[in-house]
């Protein structure tokens, strides 16, 4: 992780543990360690602060302003390591058509099918069937995520009790509070949303 990240409630930044990573290493790594072979993960290490930075003058409503989530190092770390052993098996259950957020692919490839898509449609002079494109906007999308959906994809798609256990709860651990002119709010469990 990039030693210059914000720190999260924890006030620890990565900076912070990599300078002090002779005395904290070992404990960092046992937490770690915890999480991925027994599935022990404190709830107060996954405890993130939202600050809400406006994009306009005058924010007015929700959309109006940008989230900045504040996570405590370590729910970073276990993050990053799930991420790292997901990398590995993603080639074999994305479909060969996905081509964003996959690597050696370009999203810019999904504009070009769009267009000779659309110019087969705009084309088509004959035949008994019509063709028709849908085109769906799927913004943000891992932001509406259901947990229960996530949990039942991953059951499809035959990852292992050990891998779905330790994602849910890693996701089913997270809680916020929005920091108010620096003042915490009450907290908040979500219940959807990967982000």
């Not at 370009?106 to 084309?123: A, C, F, P, Q, R």
Request: glycine content about 6%; overall charge positive; charged content about 20%.
């Amino acid at each position: 992780m990039a030693g210059g990240k914000a720190p999260g409630p924890d006030s620890m930044s990565p900076k912070f543990f990599q300078h002090y990573w002779d005395i904290m290493g070992e404990d960092l790594g046992q937490m770690v360690l915890n999480f991925l072979n027994h599935g022990i993960f404190l709830r107060k290490f996954n405890f993130t602060l939202i600050i809400l930075i406006p994009k306009v003058e005058k924010p007015i409503n929700m959309t109006q302003f940008r989230p900045i989530a504040l996570c405590n190092s370590v729910a970073k770390v276990i993050a990053k390591m799930l991420a790292t052993r997901l990398k590995r098996v993603l080639p074999n259950v994305i479909s060969e058509s996905q081509n964003a957020f996959v690597p050696n692919k370009l999203i810019t490839g999904n504009v070009l099918l769009s267009y000779e898509l659309h110019h087969v449609i705009k084309h088509k002079k004959s035949g008994p069937l019509g063709l028709m494109s849908i085109k769906l906007d799927m913004l943000k999308a891992y932001d509406k995520i259901e947990w229960s959906f996530l949990n039942e994809m991953m059951i499809q798609l035959n990852f292992s009790n050990k891998w779905i256990n330790l994602v849910m709860t890693y996701v089913e651990s997270i809680s916020y509070s929005v920091l108010i002119n620096g003042e915490q709010t009450g907290y908040f469990k979500p219940r959807k949303g990967l982000s």
